[in-house]
């Protein structure tokens, strides 16, 4: 089987327990969480359409009622489990896991290590070879602290933040009101990029160098035109800097939230084809690594 079949086949297996787990979704919210296109998507689910018990009859084949507004399975024939993990995909989410726990603001610390529990009780053996995080006390005081609290519930709750800011470059400290925007991964440093009302324009602000950050009840408001992709001060797309051809498995969507990566194609397996720009090579090399299998570099 070739690898492509290969993962639609563990995809297709996997739709059913998730939609059993999840009923209701709309086709573009399903289609998010499983990291295809809503086409994809509505292709998978004619085809399970199709798949079933021997006999192949009515009460035998997978039953499912979807259309674009809400998916529902209302016959599993059995495949109501998700597939196990392989210790090759257990390896993965742990280190990518343990990573993340310690990079401030880039996911809630207590669901990660929830789930770090539960993968490494699934995977057994596989994951007592995993290499532990080698993050300081101060990182993961960072990662776990209130700034990194309150950053994460403001861009949840969709509300400004008032920050408390060290600025290195002018050696000041300054009191900002900002609407964030995300979080993002540059250098192993985690920043929340926001539209700074005063700067009247949008900034990185660097976890450890805010000193202290409040959620505030007033919603976020930057400006619609706002351009999100290409406001990273530190690439900012340069034309100088070399350029890395990159692609992601179906599944990991999410990292373009992360990184200034530009979506230039689609496979259809569900996986995508990015660009992106970097200050060396070294960094990029760590960052490709760091994801194993779910980024290849083309």
Known sequence: MSARLSVRLARLLNMVPFFLANPGLSA?????????????????????????LPGYGPGD?????????SIEVTFSAGIDRPLRLTS?????????????????????????QSAIAKIEDAAGSAAANVPRSSTSD??????MG??????RAALRNQHALELTYYSASRDAVSERIVDPIRTVLI???????????????????????????????????????????????????DPTLPQARLRIAPGYAWVMDYYPMTQVGA????????????????????????FGESIEVL
Do not use: K
């Not at 998010?32 to 292709?43: K, N, Y």
């Not at 805010?210 to 976020?220: F, H, M, N, Q």
């Not at 720009?277 to 990029?284: D, I, K, L, V, Y």
């Open 28 to 52: 573009a919210e399903a289609a998010q969480e499983l990291g295809v296109s809503t086409t994809t998507l509505m292709t998978d689910l004619n085809q399970l359409w199709m798949c079933g």
């Open 61 to 69: 084949l997978i039953d499912l009622s979807f259309s674009e507004e």
């Open 88 to 112: 090759t995909e257990a390896t993965a989410l742990l280190v990518a896991l343990r990573s993340l726990t310690s990079m401030a603001g880039m996911v809630d610390p207590s669901a990660a």
């Open 138 to 143: 101060s990182d993961a005081n960072t990662a």
């Open 146 to 151: 209130p700034v990194a609290a309150a950053v």
């Open 187 to 237: 250098d192993d440093h985690t920043y929340v990029q926001a539209w700074c009302r005063r700067a009247e324009g949008v900034r990185l602000f660097r976890f450890d160098r805010i000193d202290r950050a409040v959620e505030l009840a007033e919603p976020s408001r930057p400006p619609h035109d706002v351009p999100q992709d290409d406001s990273f001060e530190i690439f900012n797309d």
């Open 267 to 290: 496979d259809d397996d569900g996986s995508i084809v990015v660009t992106m720009r970097f200050a060396t090579q070294a960094w990029m090399t760590r960052l490709t690594l760091g």
